[in-house]
């Protein structure tokens, strides 16, 4: 009777498994040897693996694609020096051998050698100069210099070789995006889909591009061809609904949305998108309804709590927008944009320090925008504290030294102190940076700037 191809292929890894359960040694074929070792190695079992190389290596010593495996294995397991010492050896009896310089590359990646792996990698490329992996692993390591104009060029020839090479597309993709050039990127992608044109990656990816030059109408288009070229294609369908609500289409979103949701088990990043665009809408129930489940589905999804929150702050429901933004801290106490919103919450609701120590902790976990300066400041001030508000606003003048914000409310806290000298420093630096912005600060019930000392020097700009 005869076998079919795939219990052909078993026949070898079957035999030799029956061998391990008992005492006795067969023989086998170095080509059988090395379809048992790949297929240990495939699935993970190195330790399987390493039996079958060191029984191959004892029948047969001189097979260099044995020892290369070894090699393999040795370089996997970080034992750098004894895979070198093989490769030595295997060099001078075998050096067109394009797998000799391969893993010799890879052991110079691991030792964060990438010049010198890219030099072995290009004496493959001598030997057997047409090669898709030997580029793909030589993009790699350019992208480990952080030279993506020559990583793009070696995923490119990758994908010259292997037109169905999707993560060396991917790659492609990522490199165009690093270096800005998305007319380029889009270029590419219309001229490969040219001659590839039912690729849902590459109309996903040419979306995607499209969205970064705003060029809404076309990226609609792309992702529709997406679609049609896989209809179960989901990040087509949510990237589709994201345009639709950047251009306010938000039922037709909605809808793409709901797909994404029917054809897989739904995402946290689908509820939460699903809940804006009710919100938007003025389905406040239906967006309620879905801000839960977003934190339900990942709770800790950052944006899924923001996102309850903040639709409670909107209502000017503080105290459940307070509860749900101290939940999430309780998640993770180190996320500056859950300790702003609590801070800012604290302020409405009249709880100033509460405030300010939530404001300090979102300075301390990273955030440093202009608006946490002013708002902390004036919170400083609010408790009757303008010496630790001066303290936040010069600190704030680290990172914006050129803000007339920041001037005019230091202007107005050292006026406020009778320091007439810095007070006026920082006013004239204000005007001279921007005067449209002290008509905020005229009539301010905390930073004035309406006294008769101050209107006689902003009359003089």
């Known amino acids: 009777m005869s076998l079919d191809e795939n219990e052909n292929s078993q026949l070898p890894i079957a035999k030799f498994e029956s061998m391990l359960k008992t005492d006795e040694i067969f023989f086998f074929d170095a080509e059988d040897f090395e379809e048992i070792i790949h297929h240990y190695l495939n699935n993970g ?28 294995v040795l370089v996997f397991e970080n034992k750098l020096d004894q895979a070198n010492d093989i490769l030595n050896n295997l060099e001078l009896i075998d ?11 890879n052991i110079y990646s691991k030792q964060d050698k990438h010049v010198e792996a890219i030099n ?6 001598e030997i057997e100069p047409e090669q898709a992996d030997i580029y793909t692993l030589m993009g790699m390591e350019y ?19 292997d037109i169905e090479d999707y993560a060396a597309l991917y790659n492609i993709v990522y490199c165009f995006e690093y270096l800005g050039e998305y007319k380029e990127g889009i270029e590419y992608l219309n001229n490969y889909l040219d001659k590839n044109p039912y690729c849902e990656v590459a109309w996903h990816q040419l979306g995607k591009m499209y969205v970064e030059l705003e060029l809404y109408k076309e990226a609609l288009s792309s992702f529709d061809f997406a679609i049609y070229s896989d209809d179960r294609f989901i990040g087509a369908y949510y990237e589709k609904g994201l345009v639709l609500e950047q251009l306010g289409r938000y039922q037709e979103a909605i809808e793409n949305y709901e797909i994404t949701i029917r054809l897989e088990d739904p995402t946290s990043h689908a509820y939460l ?8 809408l003025g389905h406040l129930d239906l967006a309620q309804s879905y801000y839960y489940q977003t934190v339900h589905e990942d709770p800790l999804l950052d944006k899924g709590w923001l ?13 459940k927008a307070s509860y749900y933004i101290n939940k999430a801290i309780n998640i993770d106490a180190e996320n500056p944009l859950y300790w702003k919103r609590c801070a800012e919450i604290n302020t409405a609701m009249f709880k100033y320090f509460e405030a300010d120590y939530a404001y300090k902790q979102a300075v301390e976990y990273g955030n440093y925008e202009l608006d946490t ?3 902390w400041a004036e919170v400083m001030v609010l408790l009757n504290d303008s010496n630790s508000g001066i303290q936040i606003l010069l600190q704030a003048l680290e990172f914006y030294p050129e803000e007339a914000e920041i001037h005019f409310l230091l202007a107005a806290l050292f006026h406020n102190r009778t320091e007439l000298f810095k007070a006026e420093k920082h006013l004239k630096k204000g005007l001279s940076l921007n005067k449209s912005i002290i008509d905020k600060y005229q009539n301010s019930r905390v930073f004035s700037l309406s006294s008769s000392w101050a209107k006689e020097i902003i009359s003089k700009y």
């Open 45 to 72: 079992k190195v330790s399987l693996a390493k039996k079958a190389i060191q029984l191959s290596l004892d029948q047969h010593p001189r097979v260099t694609n044995l020892k290369l495996l070894e090699v393999e």
């Open 373 to 375: 300066w002013l708002s």
């Open 120 to 125: 072995a990698l290009k004496k493959a490329l």
């Open 95 to 105: 050096h067109f051998n394009d797998e000799i310089y391969i893993q010799r590359a």
């Open 143 to 161: 992208l480990f210099l952080e030279d993506f104009e020559k990583a793009k060029q070696s995923f490119i020839k990758c994908v010259f070789l």
């Open 307 to 319: 996102a309850i929150t903040n639709f409670f702050f909107k209502s000017n429901n503080y105290e």
């Open 273 to 280: 998108r699903l809940g804006q665009c009710h919100e938007q």
